[in-house]
């Protein structure tokens, strides 16, 4: 009994020992990965904010991206400026010189109202804005708007406002007054061409060609690099029938000044008169360059081209195209409507625009009954080439007909 249980013991105690001792071999052996500890992410703190540019950094570089033609980036940085400082008459103020170089007017017009609005003595405000006025033939608005810039203390002699009250009351038809404002500016600066120029205008309107001419020659001793006064020079001698004095004033002008687009107008419209076809495109080719958007140029650009056609068959469809590019800027003038239908039906490869554009001219109600006769005709005999050149074009013989590889 005791043998047997000293055994016991023994086995016991070798049992546990191997118990204990087995966790140790697992260990060596095979290790117990131990569950990853969950990490909490540290939010990191924000990046610290660029620092704010005062509006007077803003408005520097905006109008030197101005000065480059980036009117995008002048625009945005103009906005910016208002964000920082809404009372800024300036940036406002370009803003609207920028719509105007972009050709959105109203948004020009609602910015020089606004800067008006801020301040309502601001000169160049109000010669922008009048001048819109005088754009929409709205030239009551203009009178008032410079009457009313003339009632302040310190603009009552403004020589700008004054000039521009001339030109408002002459378009108005307002002749005393505008010759009145006239003496009035050159009573107190004798020497203001600009005045004499707008008094010139004022005699010729009313047909008082000599008067005007006189009073022209003296702005011309005044400012002898002035264009214009040349060319007021030479519209006076056209009225006067002294075509070869107009024509050598005009081409004074453009020598000038070679951007000058009244005197190339001019020049071409000299032309015409002659049937100087070829001088006529070269001049309204000009104004076309210079003035991609002016109506005017297109119409007597074509009409010059289309004086050649009878020479030369491809000025017709250059008429044609020019003619076009008037109806681009204004899809229903009946002249270049009709002008098209003429110009293309010269050449073979324009005869289907030409009987588009002669079927929309045949149906305007500005047309004549004779007219519409003549379109008729012209269709018709469009559609008789037609046939006569296919029955003229000869079928390919069997043998003629390439055979397929």
């Not at 020992?17 to 117990?32: K, S």
């Not at 500890?37 to 924000?46: N, T």
């Not at 119409?299 to 076009?324: C, H, M, T, V, W």
Request: net charge negative; hydrophobic share 40%; glycine share 6%.
């Amino acid at each position: 009994m005791k043998v047997d249980s000293r055994f016991q013991v023994l086995r016991r105690a070798l049992v546990t020992a191997a118990l204990l001792l087995a966790p140790a071999c697992a260990t060596t052996r095979h290790q117990v990965e131990k569950p990853a500890p969950i990490v909490v992410p540290v939010p990191l703190p924000p990046p610290p904010a660029p620092p704010e540019r005062p509006a007077r950094e803003v408005f520097a570089e905006a109008v030197a991206a101005f000065g480059l033609g980036d009117y995008e980036a002048a625009e945005k940085g103009f906005r910016e400026v208002l964000e920082k400082a809404p009372e800024t008459v300036d940036a406002r103020f370009n803003l609207g010189i920028i719509a105007e170089r972009l050709g959105r007017m109203e948004d020009a017009q609602d910015a020089y109202e606004k800067v008006r609005h801020l301040e309502p003595r601001h000169v160049p405000t109000l010669l922008n804005l009048g001048r819109l006025y005088r754009i929409q033939e709205k030239y009551a608005e203009a009178i008032a708007l410079y009457e009313e810039g003339l009632k302040a203390p310190e603009l009552g002699q403004e020589v700008s406002l004054l000039n521009n009250l001339i030109v408002a009351y002459r378009l108005a038809g307002r002749y005393p007054q505008a010759e009145a404002t006239a003496r009035r500016v050159l009573a107190r600066h004798p020497d203001d061409a600009e005045a004499y120029k707008n008094l010139s205008l004022v005699y010729y309107e009313q047909g008082r060609y000599r008067l005007a001419e006189l009073v022209l020659v003296n702005a011309r001793k005044l400012d002898e690099k002035d264009p214009g006064i040349y060319n007021n020079l030479g519209m006076i001698y056209l009225k006067l029938d002294d075509r070869p004095s107009a024509l050598a004033q005009f081409q004074k002008a453009v020598s000038l000044d070679e951007r000058f687009v009244p005197g190339y107008l001019n020049l071409g419209a000299l032309a015409l008169a002659w049937r100087d076809y070829a001088g006529a495109e070269r001049a309204f080719s000009k104004v076309t360059e210079l003035e991609p958007d002016s109506l005017e140029a297109w119409l007597f650009n074509a009409y010059a081209l289309d004086g050649q056609k009878g020479r030369d068959p491809r000025k017709g469809i250059s008429a044609g195209e020019s003619f076009e590019k008037v109806l681009a800027l204004r899809a229903d003038h009946p002249e270049a409507i009709c002008g098209a239908g003429h110009a293309y039906s010269v050449e073979r490869s324009g005869w289907d625009k030409a009987i588009s554009f002669l079927q929309r001219c045949k149906e305007l109600d500005t047309t004549s009954p004779e007219e519409r006769q003549r379109i008729e005709a012209k269709l018709q005999g469009i559609e008789a080439m037609r046939k006569s050149r296919q029955l003229q074009t000869p079928e390919p013989t069997p043998e003629e007909v390439p055979r397929a590889e």
